[in-house]
C-alpha cells in the first residue's frame, strides 16, 4: 500500500523559510512524478510544484525563485523548501505522487505565514 507522510509545517514570520518533507512508501518511488499542492481555505487546491523522475522542475508562477522542490530517490523522499514565505503562502500543502497512472496524496501539513 502506498503511503505519503509530509512533515514541517508550521508557523513562520512573513521573510521566514520552512522545509516540507514527503516520506513515500510502498511504491516505486524512483519512477513516480511527484508534487506539492496547496489548499487555502475557501480556496481550490492548486500545483506548487513538480518534479519528474529525471529531476525536471516546475514552478507556480506565485512561487518561482522562492521555493525549491528537490527529490532523493534512494530515500523516497521529496521536498519543498519554502524562502521569503509571505501570508498568502499560507495553506495546507499536499505531497502527490503519480505513477502507473495512479493519483496518491498525503494527509497534508499546515504552513501559516503570519506576523
Known amino acids: 500500500q502506498v503511503q505519503l507522510v509530509e512533515s514541517g509545517g508550521g508557523l513562520v514570520q512573513p521573510g521566514g523559510s520552512l522545509r516540507l518533507s514527503c516520506a513515500v512508501s510502498g511504491g516505486m518511488f524512483s519512477i513516480a512524478h511527484m508534487a506539492w499542492y496547496r489548499q487555502a481555505p475557501g480556496k481550490q487546491r492548486e500545483s506548487v510544484a513538480t518534479?519528474?523522475?529525471?529531476?525536471?522542475?516546475n514552478y507556480a508562477d506565485s512561487v518561482k525563485g522562492r521555493f525549491t522542490i528537490s527529490r532523493d530517490n534512494a530515500k523516497n523522499t521529496v521536498w519543498l523548501q519554502m524562502n521569503s514565505l509571505k501570508p498568502e503562502d499560507s495553506a495546507v500543502y499536499y505531497c502527490?505522487?503519480?505513477?502507473?497512472?495512479?493519483?496518491?496524496w498525503g494527509q497534508g501539513t499546515q504552513v501559516a505565514v503570519s506576523a
Open positions: 518534479i519528474t523522475r529525471a529531476g525536471s522542475t
Open positions: 502527490h505522487a503519480n505513477f502507473i497512472a495512479t493519483d496518491y
